[in-house]
């Protein structure tokens, strides 16, 4: 008697982390039943659907651990919906979205985590969240056993936004020694907060503090300062560390120099960094690529590549936060005002894809590491997400790998009105 299965999958390139070759991929109750080897035969199955993937790549879903969703910052909310860039999200390759559960000042984290929970019930494609502390919690045990509870063991904490998001090194301190309790992870925004008041009074003064302004706003310095004192806090308390958006190599270096001491520390950036460059706040709208930390030189945006082609860089996030132009334009007079932050949920895996894997600087396995597997292995997720192997969660992408198209926000699926890309 056949064996009924909800999917074959034939004639296509299997690409993980790990391996590739040519298999077919069997589908059951949503989970990959079986790898084949394209000897083998498929008599004993029942299909209900036979796809058809040849010439092309099937790849793990994408994993994005950097996403804001339906967030109010300062003045601003963003524009998306849990629907919304889910949808986009599965329109570009992902999968699974990593949400931040950011309360606002004086809320309680626990309850801004409950509330996102709730949101994503909307949501078109599989989520996880991270916690956010931007205060020092009463009870930094009970908090984290809170979000433990809830399945939440990452937790994001911010150097910078005074009276907004920051908290001090002695409570990141405090938070890394909390989380070694539940295996948890410490997520950190990592720019020195002083040192970004100084850059941005000067602006001020001298009337550069617009989006033409922005680069200089939050010096090189600023990230590399705090990183440094982020991983000392992270190396007294024997615990992991995670970097979220690094826009220099510098500072990708410095979290490659402490796990050569023996710390648990990772790397995360984005495809702006690596793509884009200042001269975009020299344009027609510089205030549409305002993000923090700012888009660097043209040099810093080629070593940070070397980076994630040498392997420092360990995951690849949009960072997305869904903005309109006409948002951007609001406060584009002052850089401290504005909303920060690009859409990208629905970019991320084709334009790395192009930048990088075309043309020869990765090959599509590490691709899948940085995209996939490693984003799902630091929030919890491997191996139900992030590979193709016997158990793992059916994500799968059918990847033609020598397709192309011209990115015009016209065919994107995200909440605003434009792209950094297009503009290029």
Wanted: include cysteine; aromatic fraction near 6%; charge should be negative.
């Amino acid at each position: 008697m056949a064996d009924s299965v909800d999917a074959v999958i034939v004639g296509g390139t299997v690409v993980t982390d790990s391996w590739s070759g040519a298999a077919t991929v069997v589908v059951k109750d949503g989970r990959v039943a079986a790898l084949l080897g394209p000897d083998e035969g498929t008599d004993h199955l029942e299909p209900g659907r036979v796809i058809d993937a040849t010439g092309r790549l099937i790849l793990p879903g994408g994993v994005d651990p950097h996403c804001h969703l339906a967030i109010p910052l300062g003045a601003f909310l963003t524009l998306d919906s849990f629907e919304s860039a889910s949808l986009a999200a599965l329109a570009g390759g992902t999968t699974t979205i990593v949400d931040f559960a950011i309360p606002v000042p004086g809320e309680d984290p626990v309850a801004a985590l409950d509330k996102k929970i709730e949101l994503a019930a909307e949501s078109r494609c599989d989520y996880a969240f991270h916690a956010c502390l931007n205060a020092p919690p009463a009870d930094v045990g009970a908090t984290i056993a809170a979000f433990a509870e809830r399945g939440v063991r990452t937790i994001k904490l911010f150097t910078t936004y005074r009276g907004e998001l920051m908290v001090d090194i002695p409570t990141i301190e405090s938070v890394m020694v909390a989380l070694k309790t539940v295996s948890g992870l410490a997520y950190i925004h990592a720019e020195e907060n002083s040192a970004i008041e100084e850059a941005q009074g000067a602006a001020a003064a001298d009337g550069r503090i617009d989006a033409r302004g922005m680069a200089a706003s939050r010096p090189v310095s600023a990230e590399e300062d705090a990183v440094s004192q982020v991983l000392g806090a992270a190396e007294r308390a024997g615990a992991p560390v995670y970097f979220v958006h690094q826009s220099v190599s510098s500072a990708v270096n410095l979290v490659d120099d402490a796990r050569r001491r023996g710390v648990a520390a990772y790397s995360e950036t984005c495809p702006h960094y690596l793509v884009l460059d200042d001269s975009c706040y020299e344009g027609e709208h510089p205030e549409r690529y305002v993000c923090c930390p700012p888009i660097r030189q043209r040099t810093a945006a080629d070593a940070l590549g070397d980076s994630l082609r040498q392997g420092f860089v360990h995951t690849i996030g949009s960072d997305h936060c869904c903005y309109s132009a006409g948002q951007k334009t609001q406060c584009a007079h002052d850089v401290r005002l504005m909303p920060n932050g690009l859409p990208g949920v629905e970019t991320r895996l084709p334009i790395v894809w192009s930048e990088f894997v075309d043309t020869g600087l990765l090959s599509p396995q590490a691709f899948v590491k940085v995209m996939s597997a490693n984003p799902a292995r630091l929030n919890g997720l491997y191996p139900r997400k992030g590979t193709i192997a016997p158990g793992s969660d059916a994500d799968l992408v059918i990847f033609d790998p020598h397709a192309t198209r011209v990115l015009r926000t016209d065919d994107l699926h995200m909440e605003t009105d434009y792209t950094p890309y297009e503009l290029r």
